[in-house]
């Protein structure tokens, strides 16, 4: 298959311009007669759906939550990138750009790269004019921070709830949109299939979470927004429902997924602290402005770590990366955390975390101030462990939280399936191998706000004449009589495991292997373990309940089931990139002092993976990177 | 540590619901509530029981959709927090624990401890936006909005829907959750435009759903786990007699 990106001719900056300048459009006359389905609420999802129905096409909004307002994107604490340059410091959207190509490794697209850069501007105004409570200067203007892997500060927030104020804005405007009946709404609605018809996607088979019943849903085109896929790790950041399935689904009806194994682990979340745990809780990578990361220089050590010296301190960040120091990018923050923690220098009972101290902030800025800035945070640190962290270090751990991967997209959103989009986390552009900190929730606000309302309409002006979808279509009755069949297989199981069981072991497996460092001997093992463990799941899960009611076991083995498919497809990419690249880093290819080797002669594309139905390996298609602009350089941060 | 537990069971909007009691031991005081509902549950599917369903997601007290009533109150003991975030170590080792849904007319219980909030989201498609289109904004430095003002207007605009001021109102209503939209958008300049229509369509509809009136108990604000304060309330009240009075 050839992947076209479809990038617009033209310079870096104009090739956005140009892309709308001859976009085609279409006449508010008939709008009317277009339907588009929208899976998922959050920035990506109440964005688009909302600004379609201002445009007035007919939309469907779908999500598995019982309110839009819940989305995951409402979790997002740190703030969102935009090159305003209002604080002077040489920032601009060019600069804008390189940081977030060489943050990601340049595994990215550089015209995607540029227009999410440039776009960042827009959505800070459309943002405030909707009333996002931004945080502000004494003088009335907006606030910024800095944030990991850059040198300028160019983060926008609204205390540590960013994501949540940002997503009420999209979400209002999405209500607004409800209330006037552009848009309809399906809360506690699960996408479990897509349905395509001659080659096109045309609709979409949900099932209502609160009695059961399976629905079909037609339109002219489908966009999934329904974020990312790191609960595959079951410890991560994520929310309980967060899933693969949607893009899952839609993969196995011949969208291609990208690059499924760059998986962002995080530095600073919550260590585990038992087998029963649910989720690892994220702390602000804000806190890294501030907050110093260190280890003991004892292995084992056990005295409390207010009372080990600063000599006896080892500021690995500081230490290994002089210039970014505790700023390092993600990916570099969490690799260094768990050399020390396997080198054994690991804290806390189970030795699984390392320090982020405030103590020396405390010192030169007061409590006051420290308060002001994270005072959320904290409260929550000690809601959650019971200590005080502006007595005590904080005692952090690296876990799963966002997935580079996803559905591959060209230029317009539009994955490789006719009619079918993919915004925000969903899809895998923008962020290559590594993902710049507060650069998702502006790439999921401006594939809704900006780019998919121009690239949709563009796709729409073919269907103009093509009048209702009818989902009385055989292809709707077969995708429905599939998912009803695949339901009722997990219910009639009836094992003696729950599916949590499955999820933690196949967690575990994925954080083992395929985590922050990997090697092909383990991947092929995981490989084996996975298919192992699928087998397993097909013989002894248990779900009880029926189908035909509320059944929460029933929507997590679904997604369980998946993620059997998914993990297995993230090892195979894993084990095809013979080379390390943001937080892909195989363990075969560093370098003498531990840095990941990129090799850019032979990798410089982005895998793109055919299902290849229930039995074979999947098939890769390859996407070659071209730099037009910036040519790769080594990533230094040192 | 060991916790008896009894647990609101009802199957359905229109069954008639009742208590049931389960113990579980050997819990580990650093578990989360629903971590240790995870744990019940555990054990009833491997027991061949029906798990109990509960509302949760985001499990860090920002999505507001958990919330239980806890020993009778909303989010259980601790101030400001939801129930995703409180541990077992809250709780004495042997204590009997109710829970049941947040319960109130405006949200009938779907099944066991789910139950249905939708008024909320009617109440906000009613009016509770700024009405600008997406796509074109003036720069956003081109309205400077004081630090003062925009702290205040972020006390309203945390609140993250989740029902418990309803729960816990003897009344059910639903005033402080809609006055902290309501101020959250009139104390900004961008809010101001259509600060008439909206606090009039949003009372309305909150009027129309099931939800009580407001008689001041003030019992909303202590178990908000935001803190959101009444204050909100006596603004709301102000803003729309204030419109009654200037609407055109
Ligand atoms: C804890 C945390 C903190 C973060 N902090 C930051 C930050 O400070 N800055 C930053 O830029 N980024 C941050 N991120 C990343 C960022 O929040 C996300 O990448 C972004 O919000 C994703 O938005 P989205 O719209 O793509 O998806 P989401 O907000 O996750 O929305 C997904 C939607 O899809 C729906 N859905 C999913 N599957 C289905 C299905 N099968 N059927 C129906 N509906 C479905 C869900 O109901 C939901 O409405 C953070 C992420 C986490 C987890
Ligand atoms: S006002 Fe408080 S208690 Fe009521 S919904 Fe909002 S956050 Fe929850
Ligand atoms: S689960 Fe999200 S607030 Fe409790």
């Known amino acids: ?638 | 540590m060991k916790l008896n537990l009894k647990v609101w069971r009802q199957k359905d909007r229109n069954s008639q619901g009742q208590l049931v009691d389960y113990t579980l031991d050997h819990l580990n005081p650093h578990m989360s509530f629903l971590e240790m509902m995870d744990t019940l549950n555990e054990t009833l599917i491997l027991n061949g029981e029906e798990p109990v369903e509960f509302d949760h997601d985001c499990r860090e007290g920002i999505c507001g959709q958990c919330g239980m009533m806890i020993n009778g109150i909303a989010h259980g003991p601790l101030e400001n927090t939801t129930t995703c975030q409180l541990h077992l170590r809250s709780f004495q080792d042997n204590e009997t624990i109710f829970i049941e849904p947040f319960r109130s007319a405006a949200f009938p219980v779907k099944r066991d401890l789910r139950v249905d909030r939708s008024a909320f989201d009617r109440i906000i498609s009613s009016g509770g936006f700024v009405s600008t289109n997406t796509g074109q904004a003036p720069d956003a430095h081109s309205l400077p909005i004081s630090h003062q003002l925009t702290e205040e207007a972020f006390d309203a605009a945390a609140c993250i829907g989740c029902g418990a001021c309803v729960a816990t109102c003897k009344n059910g209503s639903a005033a402080l959750f809609t006055s902290a939209k309501i101020n959250h958008l009139v104390l900004l300049p961008q809010g101001k435009e259509e600060r008439q229509e909206r606090v009039i369509n949003m009372v309305q509809q909150m009027d129309a759903e099931a939800f009580g009136h407001c008689s001041n108990t003030e019992a909303c604000e202590v178990e908000c786990p935001q803190g959101i304060s009444v204050l909100n309330i006596a603004r709301m009240n102000y803003e729309y007699n204030r419109a009654l009075i200037t609407r055109k």
């Not at chain 1, 209330?179 to 096109?200: N, P, S, T, W, Y």
């Not at chain 1, 005080?388 to 230029?411: Q, R, T």
């Not at chain 1, 035909?548 to 195979?572: P, Q, T, W």
């Open chain 1, 1 to 638: 298959m050839k992947l076209d990106a479809k990038i617009p001719a033209g310079s870096l900056e104009h090739k956005w311009d140009n892309f709308k300048k001859k976009a085609k459009l279409v006449n508010p006359a008939n709008r009317k007669k277009l339907d588009v389905i929208v899976v998922g609420t959050g920035l990506a999802g109440s964005s688009i759906a909302a600004s379609l129905g201002e445009m007035g096409y007919n939309v469907k909004s779908f999500c598995f939550q019982d309110s839009p307002r819940r989305a995951h994107s409402v979790a997002a604490q740190g703030g969102v990138n935009a090159a305003k340059n209002y604080k002077n410091d040489g920032d601009s959207v060019y600069r804008m750009f390189v940081d977030t190509l060489k943050g990601g490794d340049f595994r990215a697209r550089e015209a995607n790269v540029y227009r999410m850069a440039e776009c960042s501007l827009n959505l800070i105004d459309q943002a405030v004019a909707q009333g996002v409570p931004f945080g502000r200067e004494y003088g009335g203007y907006l606030n910024n921070r800095s944030f990991g892997g850059v040198q300028v500060s160019r983060t926008f927030y609204a205390r540590g709830q960013t994501g949540q104020q940002l997503l009420l804005g999209a979400y209002q405007a999405l209500m607004r949109q409800v209330g006037k009946g552009a848009v309809q709404l399906f809360a506690r609605h699960e996408m479990l299939d897509l349905v395509v018809i001659d080659g096109k996607a045309r609709g979409i088979i949900v099932r209502n979470l609160d009695n059961g019943e399976i629905e079909r849903h037609a339109a002219h085109a489908v966009v999934l927004a329904t974020g990312g896929y790191g609960k595959i790790y079951y410890l991560s950041t994520l929310a309980m429902g967060c899933n693969g399935s949607a893009i899952w689904r839609a993969h196995k009806k011949g969208a291609l997924m990208a690059s499924p194994s760059w998986i962002q682990i995080h530095p600073t979340s919550l260590p585990q602290s038992g087998d029963y745990q649910s989720k690892l809780t994220l702390m602000s990578e804000s806190l890294r402005n501030d907050g110093r990361i260190w280890v003991p220089t004892k292995a084992d050590e056990t005295r409390e770590a207010n009372t080990i010296p600063e000599d006896e301190r080892d500021y690995y960040l500081e230490r290994r990366y002089p210039a970014f120091g505790n700023l390092a990018p993600r990916d570099i923050s969490s690799r260094a955390a768990k050399e020390r923690i396997d080198a054994g220098f690991g804290i806390g009972p189970l030795k699984n975390a390392v320090y982020l101290d405030f103590a020396k902030a405390i010192k030169e800025q007061g409590h006051d101030k420290i308060k002001e800035k994270y005072g959320n945070l904290f409260d929550m640190y000690r809601k959650i462990t019971g200590v005080d962290a502006y007595k005590e270090p904080m005692m952090i751990s690296p876990s799963a939280h966002f997935s580079m991967g996803g559905l591959w997209v060209d230029y317009e959103l539009m994955t490789t399936l006719p009619g079918l989009f993919a915004l925000g986390e969903a899809n895998f552009a923008d962020h290559g191998a590594n993902r710049l900190g507060a650069n998702s929730l502006l790439q999921a606000s401006v594939d809704g706000y900006f780019i998919a309302p121009y690239t949709i309409a563009n796709y729409l002006s073919g269907d103009i004449h093509t009048g209702k979808i009818s989902t009385d279509h055989p292809e709707f009755a077969r995708a429905h009589e599939a998912v009803e069949g695949s339901l009722q297989q997990l219910i009639g199981i009836n094992g003696s495991k729950t599916v949590d069981y499955y999820h933690k072991t196949l967690g575990k497996i994925l954080y083992d292997y395929c985590g922050l460092a990997r090697h092909a001997a383990g991947l092929e093992l995981a490989i084996q373990e996975i298919r192992k463990l699928r087998e397993d799941f097909y013989k002894n899960v248990k779900v009880p309940g029926n189908l035909s009611s509320m059944n929460s076991e029933l929507e997590k083995a679904g997604r369980v089931a998946d993620y059997l498919e998914i993990g297995e497809l993230m090892c195979f990419d894993a084990l095809t990139r013979n080379e390390s690249c943001g937080a892909h880093f195989r363990e075969e290819y560093q370098t003498e002092d531990g840095e990941a080797l990129r090799n850019d002669s032979e990798y410089q594309f982005i895998s793109a993976w055919e299902w290849p139905g229930m039995q074979g390996e999947p098939i890769l298609h390859k996407e070659e990177l071209t730099f037009e602009v910036l040519q790769p350089i080594v990533r230094s941060y040192k």
